[in-house]
């Protein structure tokens, strides 16, 4: 799952049967600290209830198309549901790898 804002909609004036009724929504991606990530994308609203300027959180590939009503629809990004809190706690520090000793070591 990735962390959006919708910024926009989508209006479609031909579409495939199974996505009537269906609202499409222009998606920025948003890192943990809520700074925008890539490109936006569309997303389906699989929610029905996302509209611009909310936090949501969406899907891609197969899981978006899991995500709809009618299952195995053709799209790519669904909103799966709107963040009503968020909260972010500090990233876990990566470990270093360890330091290797060259002490008695010959080179050939």
């Known amino acids: 799952m ?3 804002r919708v910024i926009g909609t989508v209006v479609a004036s031909e579409r495939t049967p199974n996505l009537d009724g269906v609202k499409f929504l222009v ?3 948003l890192t943990r600290d809520l700074e925008d990530r890539g490109r936006p994308v569309i ?3 699989g929610v029905a ?3 611009p300027g909310e936090l949501i959180y969406f899907v891609g ?6 995500a709809m009503p009618e299952p195995f629809v053709p ?3 669904a909103i799966v549901g709107i ?9 876990p520090k990566k470990k270093r790898p360890a330091k290797t000793s060259t002490k008695g070591k010959t080179k050939k």
């Open 2 to 4: 990735h962390l959006g």
């Open 83 to 91: 963040v009503d809190q968020l909260n972010v706690g500090a990233l």
């Open 75 to 77: 799209v790519d990004h």
């Open 43 to 45: 997303a389906a609203d």
């Open 49 to 51: 209830m996302a509209g």
């Open 61 to 66: 590939s197969r899981e978006a198309a899991q």
């Open 27 to 29: 998606v920025q991606p």
